[in-house]
């Protein structure tokens, strides 16, 4: 019984570390995610060339968290368009 308790504390401590990603809202506008790309020129590089830098902006009525480039990885077969992008491409498979 000592050894589970053991284990669940451990997977407590070593996922109370991990940041989580705060609202985007009119406070944090323009910030990036995650946060080491606001204070780093080569973070914010590293982060972007991966496709992970994501910068906090306003939509139409609300804010959102929006990616600032795509890794070639992801454009892969098992890739979906967006809804906009077949739009304007006029992909028939996406209607």
């Known amino acids: 019984m000592k050894w589970v308790a053991f284990i669940a504390l451990c997977g407590v401590m070593c996922f109370a570390e991990e940041a989580r990603k705060p609202v985007c809202n009119a406070q944090n506008r323009g910030q990036f995610w ?37 890794n070639v990885r992801d454009l892969g077969k098992g890739r979906q368009p967006l809804a906009s992008e077949s739009r304007k491409t006029g992909n028939p498979e996406s209607r």
Not at 35 to 53: I, M, V
């Open 34 to 70: 995650p946060a080491e790309a606001n204070f780093s020129k080569d973070a914010a590089r590293l982060f972007y060339q991966r496709g992970e830098l994501e910068m906090c902006s306003q939509a139409v009525w609300k804010y959102r968290w929006e990616r600032m480039s795509v």
